[in-house]
């Protein structure tokens, strides 16, 4: 028994010989080795990194370590035994484990590409907050710089950079397989923000299967001309859904791993993914497997048709957010029993720089984004629909509880916008020269979070948006300042909303109005009621550029002392505005259609030309009857 120990010993201190003889050989100073069984050093990655000093090599044995580790500033290389041998069995046993609880590997402290991390798997990291986002799910690099070569980054998730997230850095990376990571926003396999990376032509990657709200595989913000070896990549010939954007990169790929179809594609939560989603006895399970499948253009455009359900990430393995195709359609059974749900974890849909879609019949509700657009957020898109949706119970930090968008024109027909939350525009955050037109949409029973931001519970219209809300209700909304509406163009902007045929009333009391104006704002007002608990129902601001309002054909509460200018701008007031009670069927619920006396009754402009006026108000009934239309968003 004696002689087995001391044989085991001398066995012990004969590998760890040869060890230091193998990597004193590639210039380490000392060998440092980490074994979860406790016959090395250390028994963690992270002790045996604080022990290491500049030049030093931590020598990992296989084992799952659950970990969140850190160079710390140390130039020094981390390995498993593949780096002695090649045999890639010690890259899939040596696995650093992030359990949820951060990055999994992280620099952050001015490393330089002589820190190494050679021959892991990378694993169920969840990123690091850092900034503006949580970043990096599997390696997090932030103002430093390192070599990732011979490892397997995967399962991994974050809201920027599912697999490894670069914030003002640089990576060489070589032989390295990145897949099945998840980025909420951006960069499901990469994201590179003002930072670089030199994949390795000889050594090459692959990125596969990754999903993120833009950019599947790869997004690069504020970087150009990446060149991308790869042996491996999700599909031949990538486009702006796998890699944004994409002239920001230029690829070398020498196999793919999916062959993508020109059709439509069906879905149902209880479909499978190994289904080939051609037919509806052949559904898939997951709208982003259909999205990653599909292929659509100009030429041919295509539809997901989703079944009724719920779309989740406990029910069906959902990833959220969705990103949105250009030429691709999603379709559900109806808004009634088709749903979205993002579970409070996740915001439900993203397009970027997407046109030519359409989104109807779903319910989407329960989705929670800490920036903006807790439904949907919506960037650069146009010519796109949103018909017969429900955007139900969504949150969003700072601002478009249901929706924000930027720089988009789309129009949103038959659209409910109901119980939503934000700091700024519980509902509807709209900004940045975007257009969007609202036709028989109910914009109801949403609120702000936060006092102090000037911004209305149910709609915040900024920075040159001259959005356009046609036979629309905006019932019930609720904030400390603003109810209905906020309106602001900006320093040196412009902001020029119009209703036209919409019913504002039972929104908040509040100090700010029923519409707040500001910054060069001009809102048009043409056969809407207004009645409100608020003293006024519109409300200048008394030191931004001055404002106008335009009110013809209206039923104002208060008439024109309704609106309290501060001094600061004009009210063009037009014919036809009344103030009277304007007689609401009411009840409980409480309907907001006209009873029999109503005064608002044929009291419309008698003009109706170019007002684009649907066919139906919001109850269904013929828009104009007795040849005139009547005020508000319902026709007696």
Known sequence: MRKNILLFALAGILLVLIFNLLFSAIGTKELIIVDIEGAGHYTTIQAGIDAA?????VLVYPGTYYENINFNGKNIILCSKYMLNNDASYIDSTIIDGNHNGSVVTFENGEDTTAVLSGFTIQH???????FLVLGGGILLIDSQATIQDCIVRDNTSQGGGGIGLY????NIENTTIYNNHAIFWGGGIGIYYSDIDFSSTKRCNIYLNYAGEGCDLRTIQSNDIQVFVDTFTVAEPDNYFVFPLDSFSFDIEN?????????????????NHNSGLS??????TISWALTKIKSDSTKQNTIYLSSGKYSPITTEEKFALNCKSYVSIIGESKHNTYLDGENQFFILHSRDDSCYSIDNITIQNGINEITGGGALVYYSYDFRFRDVNFIDNQADVGGGAIYMRGTEGIFDNVLIKGNSSDGGGGLGISGNSNPVFIDCVIDSNYTLTPGWGFAGGISNNVESNSIFINCKITNNISSECSGMSVSGGAGDYCDPMLINCTLSGNSDNPYGTISQGDNSNVSLINCILRNPSEHEIVFSSSAPPETVMVSYCNVDGGIDAIDTNNNGTIFWGEGNIDQDPLFVGGDPFSYQLS?????IDAGTPDTTGLNLPATDLAGNPRIYNGRVDIGAYEY
């Not at 029999?596 to 608002?600: Q, R, Y």
């Open 53 to 57: 000093s500049t030049g030093d090599t």
């Open 125 to 131: 990291g969840s990123g690091t907050y850092h900034s």
């Open 596 to 600: 029999e006396d109503s005064p608002c």
């Open 168 to 171: 003002y850095s640089f990576i």
């Open 256 to 272: 793919h791993k999916i062959e993508q179809t020109n059709n439509d594609l069906y879905v149902d939560p209880n479909g499978n």
């Open 280 to 285: 509806p006895n052949e559904p898939l399970k």
